[in-house]
């Protein structure tokens, strides 16, 4: 199923080419969607009009409790991440690469930054890759290393990224991160510490972008992310298009805040004040 | 024809083999990038572009400028451009390769370069920037090299290659106003988030490009027995006036926008780059150059008795050249990048590497030029023998 | 033929760099590698067996290891379905590593002799080894 799939997204692309497939049109329109309703439709065997009606069945979302966030559950939490992904610690913000990272108010939210608002000001905030339904580094990526999964994941391809940072440019949340030097210099020296690697997940090499997967790779083994894991009372993690999951019950209850929604991208992490 | 590059003077292949110098010194520091990664450059997660895709940006500008003499000549018949069209087209070769070259040299993985082929992706800027910068260097290959050839035979240019010329036109426009795409539909960044980005990179193009054919045909009529004519080189310098007017023009409707809305994202890259926010302003001196060089290059052409004085000719067509690279191949990509999407700011210093293969990149342009340049003045010179 | 001495000779002192790793390995050709299978999770097997049988492992894990790197990242589809009908997770360090636990007796034995780099090992490792 999937390579038959993946083949006609590959003939999509090069008929797009050509001027000629429909599909390939919409593509350039709605990046990302194509691939939704598709895989949609095989799992459910439903027409490809009732897919688009009834909406995906997947989205998935992440909602960060700044109320019951603090310095020391970040602190855990980022690294948590970094270790279950193998990031390299460099130290300098030349080279450093974060998939999560503790800032304030002030920069996540610079459009909303109230100078009298002291409670924000004060409180700590995690950022993170936003997984966008409308993912504005997916849309320039010129070889789709970057692009949004049916169930809302911004996925990273390091085997296809050719390290061009156009996706860097088009983030407006600056979640990306390149490999301006080999990760494993600095691994192995961090290894040399006492490190730990965490063996179940690759490294990355030079010269490609890298940036928060929402745990992929735990998802499907059927585990939680490693920062739900890490702080579940900080941390809550769902499916946003199920009326009845635990993070559509939250966010009927809590007043919530996504960062940018001007531009349009939106985000699918919510900060719930 | 190329066998005329092979004989020259010793002032020639002492220019040559000084180019050649250059690009081999770039080409050890790119393989010491290669072999460490992009982490030798100035960098950083915050200035993710820098030397290399301000260049690329600014040279895909002085490519499109060769279309200011395609237009009259074969649009308008203006028989005066006849003799130095070719001069620009060989511009347009020479900087359409250094900007492929820019962008290879600033890729993380160069060997997965042919992913762009491989995975073609229509809703991505780049994709088509690729597809128009080749074309553009096809297209000018052809055209240079025929109307050259039916130059050297004394026949009229073969009756195929006129559409292409023709196809030149709109192709020209096509590369910067591609690139253009490329900065100004990125959301979160204010600085290239304008609709006018497409017209000022076309404006400052039509004065950068003319510009260096100018100072370069002014060289040639002192060294060489080429003469472009005076007619012809006078009325280059008009179109590179007003077309830096124009530039400065859009540039202030930039400044209108910003500070007349008062809107603090669309005002500080501005204020970053012409004032200083804090402590940090290490661009605030070469933008303020740039106002003043700009205008006065803009003087410089603008008053008939200046323009008429070679001398003066040269330094207004210098000027321009020199402000249009800073606005574009210094200001615009790094300004983009600050302040971040978070507000933050972090200034960026390009690394003698970095600065050392972006020269040989240049050298490899200037190499480009001179042989073209010498194969294209030797064909004009038997021309005039005869 | 305008300076046919300098053009001859020119010729002979290509051909002669031309066939020199020819002439150098005459008779000699490097010993034929043969992978190992000796790590303790395949003794461990009742039948040695892998993914797929093993010539179709030898001339097409290349693609092979290409589609499911596909499957798993791209589409998001872990589980891999042989031609025997049973179900297998996609993952080159977890599953693949995990008989084939000796990547520089398995992997870099053929890969050194055909003098192939496959980048997988600039991001993914031996995960028994101590080193990176």
Sequence with gaps: MSMDRRKFLKVAG?????????????????????????????????????????????????????????????????????HLHNVPNWGDPKNEIKWIWEDEFEHAFPDSYNEYDEILEHSPFLLMCNHCDEPPCARVCPVEATFRRPDGIVAQDYHRCI???????????????????????????????????????????????????????????????????????????????????????????????????????????FYLI | MIEKALKGSSVYWGWVIFLLCIIGAGFIAYLYQLKVGLGITGMSRDISWGVYIAQFTYFVGVAAGAVMLVIPKYLHHYTKYAKVVVFGEFIAIAAVIMCLLFIVVDIGQPMRMMNVVLHPTPHSMLFYDMIVLNGYLLINIICGYNTLLADKKGLPCPRWVKPVIYLSIPWAISIHTVTAFLYAGLPGRHFWLTAIMAPRFLASAFAAGPSLLVMLLLFLRKVTKFDAGEDALQNVARTICYAMIVNFFFMGMEFFTAFYSNIPGHKATLEYLFWGIGEYGNLVPFMRACIVIGLAGIFIL????????????????????????????????????????????????????????????????????????????????????? | MYDSGKVIIGLLIFAGIFLFPFIYDHGSPAPKPKPSLDTPAIKALPEKKCVEDTQFMITTHMQFLNDWRDQALRDGNRWYVNKEGKKIWISLQNTCMKCHSNKKDFCDKCHNYAAVQPYCWDCHYDPNGSKL
């Design chain 1, 14 to 82: 090069l008929s797009t080419l050509v001027g000629l497939g429909s599909s390939g049109a919409f593509e350039l329109l709605k990046p990302g969607r194509v691939d939704a309703e598709m895989e949609h439709g095989h799992h459910h065997g439903e027409h490809h009009e009732k897919a688009e009606e009834t909406g995906p069945k997947t989205r998935l979302a992440m909602l960060i409790d700044i109320k019951a966030l603090t310095r020391e559950k970040a602190e855990k939490i980022v690294h948590t991440c970094h």
């Design chain 1, 163 to 269: 390290g061009c940072r156009f996706c860097m440019a088009a983030c407006p949340y600056g979640s990306r991160s390149f490999n301006w030097l080999d990760p494993r210099v600095m691994l192995k020296k961090e290894m040399a510490k006492g490190r730990k690697l965490n063996k179940r997940f690759p490294t990355r090499m030079r010269g490609v972008v890298e940036k928060c997967n929402f745990c992929v790779e735990r998802l499907a083994e059927g585990k939680k992310p490693g920062c739900v894991e890490a702080c579940p009372d900080v941390m809550h993690f769902g499916n946003l298009a199920d009326e009845n999951s635990n993070v559509r019950k939250i966010l009927r209850e809590r007043v919530s805040l996504r960062r940018k929604l001007e531009l349009g991208t939106k985000p699918s992490v």
């Design chain 2, 302 to 386: 603008l008053v008939p008795p200046i323009r008429r004085n070679p001398l003066w000719l040269a330094i207004g067509c210098a000027c321009v050249f020199l402000a249009t690279w800073i606005d574009k191949g210094v200001g615009l990509v790094i300004g983009g990048f600050v302040p971040n999407p978070l507000e933050v700011i972090t200034e960026y210093h390009p690394t003698f590497p970095e600065i050392t293969i972006a020269t040989a990149i240049w050298a490899v342009g200037g190499l480009i030029l001179t042989i073209l340049y010498k194969v294209a003045v030797s064909v004009r010179e038997e021309e005039q023998r005869i």
